[in-house]
């Protein structure tokens, strides 16, 4: 099996060549990294984009134009097998935050002039020398309330700009020993087998423990928030979501991956299920809804003690009637 160092290695001349270039010479470093037939799946109102072209046209060279003197600012790599066939072959994950001088409109969101924080996920699957698929979400509803802006209404854990791994050991560059990669794929199929279906039929925080540490951290998107410790995370995340929802569906990932003491996935969707009981402070829709979701995990032993969760809120909430970017900035995005 491959070591995945020259996969790495092309992502990483990718994201210097990207992070380096003119706005003007952004779709000739796409078109040179990855392949025309591009699949790239984005946060609303991006969604899916096909070619490099397009991808630098409609979203890098807005956002670049945007949050100037842009810097990468990486808190974890990885690269791993799919453990799924279709679509299989070797992805390499990046993790962190976009970081600028919020100096013009994006989206409809008012310019700061101060400096801003894009959190995003990338997950890019490599075939060869050329990237061919990409997952990219982003905490756009993040950057609204940097800007000033409540899309939503207050959240019941807490709004931070989020921090790498306790561990400071997230950037992969090298190759990381394979028992332990999966070790930690074993840890994440285990809490997905687990809660996946909200069925266990255990008390929640009892449901939690056997695949979380005590004093876990769940870094979730703005609108939700993070909260820390099994018993908050319970209360102020994951019990008022299964009550403000049923008819959950089961679980599809295009990706699920490890390396090293890290791991995640991405669905599109990952799930759909149907609000009944009230979400995020919005009424019941009974109407389903589907979420896509990137998770990014830490493990610690036989656990799972940091999660990263990137959610499309807005394209769920758009999916409910509600288009939070146009109530919010009073800008329709197309």
């Known amino acids: 099996m491959s070591d995945m160092q020259k996969e790495k290695s092309l992502v990483r001349r990718f994201y210097a060549a990207l992070d380096g270039a003119e706005v003007e010479g952004l779709p000739a470093v ?3 990294f990855c392949d025309s037939g591009l699949n790239w799946k984005g946060y609303h109102p991006f969604n899916e984009i096909t070619g490099p072209e397009a991808v630098a046209t409609r979203f890098w060279q807005p956002l670049r134009r945007s949050l100037t003197r842009m810097q990468r600012r990486l808190d974890v790599f990885m690269a791993g097998q799919n453990m799924y066939d ?4 070797v992805w390499v994950v990046s993790m962190g935050h976009l970081m600028g001088l919020f100096d013009a409109p994006w989206l409809g969101i008012r310019p700061t002039r101060k400096m801003a924080f894009l959190r995003y996920c990338a997950f890019h699957r490599v075939e060869g020398d050329k990237i061919t698929e990409t ?3 982003f905490d756009i509803p993040h950057l609204m309330m940097q800007a000033g802006l409540q899309p939503f209404p207050p959240q019941t854990a807490a709004h931070l700009v989020q921090p790498g791994p306790k561990t400071h050991d997230g950037l992969m560059f090298d190759a990381q020993p ?4 999966e070790r930690t794929l074993a840890a994440i199929n285990a809490m997905v087998s687990d809660l996946g279906q909200w069925a266990l039929g255990l008390p929640l ?3 939690l423990a056997r695949t979380w540490h005590d004093d876990m951290i769940w870094w979730g998107p703005a609108g939700i928030g993070a909260t820390y410790t099994i018993e908050r995370y319970a209360k102020q995340h994951s019990g008022p979501f299964r009550a403000g929802f049923t008819n959950r569906s089961g679980t599809g990932h295009i990706c ?3 390396e ?9 969707p990952n799930f759909r299920a149907t609000p009944t009981g009230g979400f995020m402070g919005m009424p019941a829709t009974d109407k389903e809804g589907e979420f896509r979701v990137i998770d990014i995990y830490r493990r610690a032993g036989d656990k799972l003690a940091e999660n990263w969760i990137f959610i499309d809120l807005l394209h769920f909430w758009k999916c409910q009637g509600v ?4 109530r919010t900035t009073g800008i329709e995005c197309p």
Request: net charge negative.
């Open 30 to 32: 796409m078109a040179e």
């Open 86 to 89: 279709d679509p299989g072959g």
């Open 135 to 137: 997952a990219m979400f």
């Open 178 to 181: 394979p028992q332990e990669g």
């Open 205 to 207: 925080e009892e449901e």
């Open 256 to 258: 699920r991956m490890a």
């Open 260 to 268: 090293g003491h890290f791991g995640g996935f991405f669905g599109w």
């Open 323 to 326: 288009d939070i970017l146009e």
